[in-house]
Nanobody, 124 residues
Framework: QVQLVESGGGLVQAGGSLRLSCIAS????????MGWYRQTPEKQRDMVAV???????NYSDSVRGRFTISRDSAKNTVYLHMNSLNPEDTAVYYC??????????????????WGPGTLVTVSS
């Protein structure tokens, strides 16, 4: 099985910073892409930032230049460093990881896993 667990959310004032972390468990999970998405009650879940296995990154226009995604592949961990936060960044942030899972039956299905989410609240 594959499980993702996020941490680091909380309440911060506008202009402040937070760092989110997400660790993917499952020694048989060969991770390709890891990323962060966010969702509010009014909007669908949108991509914030993703990082590929080769280190390539992609950011949404709304966070580019303020947020930085990084990963420690040896620890199956992805981070999101968030600076210059504003109230529009308030959302539940979800970690995502995809890749192949080496099942015990010899198959290697593609897995797209999500964490339960962590709430980030930015006060004005």
């Amino acid at each position: 099985q594959v499980q993702l667990v996020e941490s680091g959310g909380g309440l911060v004032q506008a202009g402040g910073s937070l760092r989110l972390s997400c660790i993917a468990s499952g020694s048989r999970f060969s991770i390709d892409t890891m990323g962060w998405y966010r969702q509010t009650p009014e909007k669908q879940r949108d991509m914030v930032a993703v990082i590929l296995s080769d280190g390539g990154t992609n950011y949404s226009d709304s966070v580019r230049g303020r947020f930085t995604i990084s990963r420690d592949s040896a620890k199956n961990t992805v981070y999101l460093h968030m600076n210059s936060l504003n109230p529009e960044d308030t959302a539940v942030y979800y970690c995502n990881a995809d890749g192949y899972y080496r099942a015990y039956d010899g198959t290697s299905p593609w897995v797209d896993a999500w964490g339960p989410g962590t709430l980030v609240t930015v006060s004005s």
